[in-house]
């Protein structure tokens, strides 16, 4: 069976919903990958080295980052040795599965969904550069799990940014949710203990707090966060739970770069990456897992609250590779 008759089998019994949220969403990213896959093996009658060359470019373009580009190819040529294969198409099915398994290959970490404690508050940390999409990723992760019947908290720990507050604060009166906030250039870690204190004594069972987006330097960054994970665990033990990095996908090898700063910052159990629906180099998810190996627990496909999915593989392979014209 080829992989693409594979993964629409496998996407079949899952959420019709979500899945039309991935087509839409990667709708961008299809065309200029797999539109141009099937474009390239209408032009040769047989693979060759040439070919090959191509195919490298559209991963390339496609943001996949060039390790695992030259990764994914030389295993194609490989398998297509060994099948002696020579079809263009079946060539391009044999890629996709190479770009599967080097995803899959990584770790069987499939968790996506954020892990609750069995008591006490669950307390989750947002970072990430200028404009990434944080706090509406907070926004729509507080919907999600109030939608789930949680109690939710948001902290304002952005207290730099004129209008931050402001616009957690709009979220919060929408969402329903309590909200504790700091005023303008007051110290985030301390906003953050008021929000552990609140969210023990209102019994939340999700906290998520908010930061800055701003990374002067890496010294000054690695001190606030510090910073601020000191004063959260000391009121919740354990606590961050989770610490989330969004990344903005239309940034491309940049979100990558920065991706690697917080990482030496930090510890992150999870990636999100926004703004999936405004780019076409949606392989900048493979790129991510291949240079972090953090996990991406979460995609933004959208500006509505509820334009946020869980990352299901399966689902991201078909809206890049089969999308809607095949449905
Ligand atoms: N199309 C699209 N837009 C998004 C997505 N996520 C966020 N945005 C938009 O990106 C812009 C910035 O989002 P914010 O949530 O304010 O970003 P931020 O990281 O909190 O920004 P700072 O607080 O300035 O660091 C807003 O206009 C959002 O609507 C997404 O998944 N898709
Ligand atoms: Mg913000």
Redesign the pocket.
């Known amino acids: 069976m080829g992989f693409l008759k594979f993964i629409k089998e496998k996407v079949f019994g899952k959420s019709t919903s979500q899945k039309e949220k991935y087509i839409a969403g990667l709708d961008k990213s299809k065309k200029n990958f797999s539109d141009r896959l099937k474009a390239l093996s209408s032009r040769y009658n047989k693979v060759n080295e040439e070919y090959f060359e191509e195919l490298l470019e559209i991963l390339i373009e496609a943001d996949v980052g060039i390790r695992l580009c030259d990764e994914i190819i030389d295993a194609t040529k490989k398998e297509a040795m060994t099948q002696n294969q020579d079809d263009p198409s079946q060539i391009n099915e044999i890629l996709v599965d190479k770009m599967f398994v080097s995803y899959a290959s990584q770790g069987e970490d499939i968790k996506t969904e954020i892990e609750f404690v069995n008591n006490g508050p669950t307390v989750l940390l947002v970072v990430?550069?200028?404009?990434?999409?944080?706090?509406?990723?907070i926004a729509k992760l507080a919907y999600r799990y109030i939608k789930k019947g949680k109690k939710v908290l948001l902290v304002a720990g952005?207290t730099f940014?004129a209008g931050?507050t402001e616009?957690l604060t709009v979220w919060a009166s929408r969402l329903g949710c309590e909200i504790i906030v700091g005023k303008e250039n007051q110290d985030p870690a301390s906003v953050c203990y008021d929000g552990m204190i609140k969210g023990k004594q209102i019994n939340a069972d999700l906290i998520i707090v908010?930061t800055?987006?701003r990374l002067q330097n890496k010294l000054n960054l690695m001190n606030e966060l510090a910073k601020m994970k000191k004063v959260i665990s000391k009121e919740i033990e354990n606590a961050p739970h989770e610490v989330f990095l969004?990344i903005d996908a239309t940034t491309g090898q940049n979100g990558v770069i920065q991706a690697k700063a917080f990482k030496e910052c930090t510890t992150l159990s999870g990636i999100v990456i926004?703004?999936?629906?405004?780019t076409s180099k949606g392989g900048i998810i493979l790129s991510i897992r291949d240079e972090l190996g953090v996990p991406v627990r979460f995609i933004?496909?959208?500006?509505k609250m509820d334009?946020?999915e869980e990352f299901d593989l399966d689902q991201y392979l078909y809206g890049l590779c089969i999308g809607k014209e095949e449905q």
Not at 128 to 137: A, C, E, F, L, M
Not at 274 to 278: E, F, V, Y
Not at 300 to 303: I, Q, R, S, V, Y
């Open positions: 990430g550069v200028n404009g990434v999409g944080k706090t509406t990723t952005d940014r931050a616009q908010d800055a987006g969004v926004t703004k999936m629906d405004g933004g496909l959208g500006e334009d946020l």
